[in-house]
Nanobody, 115 residues
């Protein structure tokens, strides 16, 4: 079955950086577009970034130029490098299939950006 384990979150000051990781299992990772999503307190989960099976990337306007998504097919892992963090980036970050997420969601990793 699908299993997604996110890690790398934490507390950081505005302007700082974090690198999130997500280890996937139970899927054909190299043939699956992967994305990052986030949910801020009191808000709905939103899409953040996607990397296709060919390595192309796309980003939400709110993170474009600051975040970088990448993947390592050998490790079945997707990453999110987050730079120039802002307080509005605070939330729980999840990885999942890009485009149409699986019904299953991992536990996520908390990112808190202080001003």
């Amino acid at each position: 079955q699908v299993r997604l384990v996110e890690s790398g979150g934490g507390l950081v000051q505005a302007g700082g950086s974090l690198r999130l990781s997500c280890a996937a299992s139970g899927i054909s990772f190299r043939f699956t577009a992967m994305g990052w999503y986030r949910q801020a307190p009191g808000k709905q989960r939103e899409w953040v970034a996607v990397v296709t099976i060919g390595g192309s990337t796309n980003y939400a306007d709110s993170v474009k130029g600051r975040f970088t998504i990448s993947r390592d097919n050998a490790k079945s892992t997707v990453y999110l490098q987050m730079n120039s963090l802002k307080p509005e980036d605070t939330g729980v970050y999840y990885c999942n299939r890009g485009g149409t997420p699986f019904d299953y969601w991992g536990q996520g990793t908390q990112v808190t950006v202080s001003s």
